[in-house]
Each structure stands twice: as C-alpha cells, then as structure tokens.
C-alpha cells in the first residue's frame, strides 16, 4: 500500500533539546510538506521541498531545518530555537511541487504530536 | 498577502443538510481545496474547484465563485460520523504547490 508515514506519533522532549520527526513516503511524489497545527488553528506551512535536494522556507521556518537527501524522506527538526514546539506536525506530499491548475490534491501522514516538558 | 476566512463553529442535525462558507483574499488563486479532519487525525481530501460552479461528490459538494472570492461546502443528510473540522485550502500565490489554510470550521452534527 502506498501511503505517507510519520513516526513516532507521540513524542515528548525536554526544553532545549533538538528533535527530528520522521516523514517517509512511498507515492513517489516529487513535492514534500511540514505544516503545524495548534489547538483551534488550521495548518500553517513550516517548509515544503519541490524536488529532492531543494527546499523553500514556508510561512513558519524559524526555528526549524530540514533536508531532502532522498524523495521519499523529508525530515524536520525542531531545534531549541523554536520558541513554542509544542503541536501537531503533519508532513504531507503531492505529485508535483510546480504551480499549476491541475488537481493534485496533497496527501497527508497521520501526523506526530510533540510535547516540550 | 493571503487571508482565509471560515466560521469557527457550526451544528446541525442529523439528516439535515449544512453549508460551510469560505471566503478568500490571495495574490494568486490556482484552486480551492475542501478536506475533512477528525480530531487528532489526518486531514484528508473532499473536493477540489478551479473554474466557477459546483463539483458533486456523493453526499459533498462544493462551489466556486472566484469573482467573488467564495466557496462553500453543503453537506447533505448528515451523519454523525460527519462531526469534524472542515478545512479550507488555497492554492497560489508565493510559488509552488503550496497551500494557505482556513482555521478550518468545527461541524458538530448532533440527533
């Protein structure tokens, strides 16, 4: 089955560490996702990658780093910069990274909520 | 700059019918995306408008007016299992693939 997965899903860390979420994804799509979501809050973008090997700060970078090394996998981490970590990631993927009118809807894993004791 | 707007909450009835609106200010509009998210889970897709008019989706439509910066979703004989956030999702504007949230609207069907 293809699909995007995030590990763990529960993940608690202690302030002023730094901690990688995992985003796998097996649909062989070009583009990748992070967004963030608070309680009561829709989805804000953190970064997104068109292609591997590239990246583009999202709405809410600060804070944050990733690479893309390999299409399928599209790690975050949250450094002891950000301020706030404390949420809801959900990394997501689509076929392509280019802007178009063609449907391509993006594809979401089952997210990975973050605790900072 | 882009700016999303969708009401916070919502209830209705089960069997009924309920309309989501969402009204939009972006720089650029290369499509409006619907999903639907259970508390604690993944968003996942409804439905998808680029030009004017109404897509049907079985229960779900949704509808475009771009002149007017407007969509809705109409959710007809609502089930319980309906009881969810419903997002609202631009794409355009700033580059890419990417795309602009609503807060999303929390639907809550009750008997």
């Known amino acids: 089955d293809g699909g995007i997965t995030q590990s763990p899903k529960y993940l608690f860390r202690k302030e002023g560490q730094n901690v990688t979420l995992s985003c796998e994804q097996n649909?062989?799509?070009?583009?990748m996702y992070w967004y963030r979501q608070d309680p009561g809050q829709g989805l804000r973008l953190i970064y997104y990658?068109?292609?591997?090997?590239?990246?583009q700060k999202g709405d809410i970078a600060e804070g944050y780093s990733v690479s893309r090394e390999k299409k399928e996998s599209f790690p975050l981490t949250v450094t002891s910069a950000q301020k706030n970590p404390t949420a809801f990631y959900l990394c997501?993927?689509?076929?392509?990274?280019?802007?178009?009118?063609?449907?391509?809807?993006?594809?979401f894993g089952p997210g990975t909520r973050l605790t900072v004791l | 700059g882009q700016n999303i707007d969708q009401p916070t909450e919502m209830t209705a009835t089960e069997g009924a019918i309920v309309q989501i609106n969402c009204t939009y200010q972006t720089s650029g509009f290369n499509g409006l995306f619907w999903y639907q998210q259970h508390a604690g889970e993944a968003p996942t897709f409804l439905s998808y408008?680029?030009?004017?008019g109404l897509e049907e989706k079985g229960r779900f439509s949704s509808f475009l007016s771009r002149s007017k910066g407007y969509s809705y979703l109409l959710l007809k004989e609502l089930q319980m299992k309906d009881s969810a956030s419903y997002l609202c999702a631009v794409r355009g504007g700033g580059g890419g693939n990417k795309l602009t949230f609503g807060t999303g609207t929390q639907l809550k069907v009750e008997l």
């Open positions: 408008n680029v030009l004017d």
């Open positions: 649909l062989n799509h070009d583009a």
């Open positions: 990658s068109q292609i591997v090997n590239d990246f």
């Open positions: 997501a993927s689509s076929i392509s990274g280019e802007l178009s009118e063609v449907f391509d809807e993006q594809f």
